[in-house]
C-alpha cells in the first residue's frame, strides 16, 4: 500500500517542514510544546505518508473519565494535504486513531467539527462515525499565561472583542 502512518515520537527538521505545510495558516511545529505534547503518554500524533512524502497527519488525547464509563478518545485534528485527498488518508488515519483507542482501553473516539465542514462530515460518516444531536455549541475562555503573549497582545490591545 502507498500509505502509511506513523505513531510520531520525534519531530526531526524534515518532518517539522512537512508538517508545517499541513497545518492551518499561521500555525507552526513549535519544538518546546511539541516535545511537551510527544512527551504526553495521554496524547497521539500520528503521521501519514505517501511513498514517503508527508501527506496528512492526525492528534489526538485520550481523556480519562472519573465515572465507570472509562476513558475517551477526542481526534482533536486531523488534516490531508489536497494532493492526496479522496485516496484514502484520512481513512488510514482515523483508522489508526480507533485502534490506538483499542489499545489504551477507550470506549469510544469522538470529534467536533463546523456544521459547515462537508468535507469533514463526510469523512467521519465514511469511517463509521455516529452523528450526535443536537449540535452543540463551544465557548472559549481564553487564559493568560506567562509563557506566551499576554492579553492584549492576543487581542491586538482590544479588550472584549
Known sequence: ??????????????????????????MTWDEGNG??????????????RWDGVVCGFLTAYRLPRFDGMGSEVNLYEIATDEAYQRRGVGRALVDAVKQWAVEVG??????????????????????????????FTMYTYPIASGSGPDRAERTGGEEGR
Open 1 to 26: 500500500m502507498m500509505i502509511e502512518i506513523e505513531r510520531v515520537e520525534r519531530v526531526d527538521p524534515a518532518l517539522t517542514t512537512g508538517l508545517n505545510a499541513l497545518f492551518d495558516a499561521g
Open 35 to 48: 516535545q511537551t505534547f510527544l512527551a504526553n503518554p495521554d496524547a497521539l500524533l500520528l503521521v501519514a
Open 106 to 135: 477507550a470506549v469510544n473516539v469522538w470529534v467536533l467539527t463546523e456544521v459547515d465542514n462537508e468535507a469533514a462530515q463526510g469523512l467521519y460518516t465514511a469511517t463509521g462515525g455516529e452523528r450526535d444531536e443536537p449540535v
